[in-house]
């Protein structure tokens, strides 16, 4: 079992910044991916971003340029979101894959193993 704990959420203005952390802990191993994705109200889970342990780094097309993703280990995991917009509100969602990932599945929630609980991110317009 892999245990994930997301920080880092709150209440920030439309042009600012928001650093996300994610810790896992349990039985990870080092080489897993690690991502994110979000969940706005009233619509499906989203992925934002991904970096697998060989160093690959995904990120869907409207996070590009604004946020980074970035790992200090295999158990630690980052999102740097800067230039916030009103419409990047929603929970933000850690996961952790056993294995590698690729574009296309790096997309897909059922390439992932474990979630975390999630963490609230608002932007104010």
């Known amino acids: 079992q892999v245990q994930l704990v997301e920080s880092g959420g709150g209440l920030v203005q439309a042009g600012g910044s928001l650093r996300l952390s994610c810790a896992a802990s349990g039985r990870t191993f080092s080489s897993n991916s690690m991502g994110w994705f979000r969940q706005a109200p009233g619509k499906e889970r989203a992925f934002v971003a991904a970096?697998?342990?060989?160093?690959?780094i995904y990120y869907v097309d409207s996070v590009k340029g604004r946020f980074t993703i970035s790992r200090d280990n295999a158990k630690t995991v980052y999102l740097q979101m800067n230039s916030l917009k009103p419409e990047d509100t929603a929970v933000y969602y850690c996961?952790?894959?056993?294995?590698?990932?690729?574009?296309?599945?790096?997309?897909?929630?059922?390439?992932?193993?474990?979630w975390g609980q999630g963490t609230q991110v608002t932007v104010s317009s």
């Open positions: 996961a952790y894959s056993l294995g590698g990932l690729n574009t296309r599945t790096a997309m897909n929630p059922e390439s992932y193993d474990y």
């Open positions: 970096i697998s342990w060989s160093g690959g």
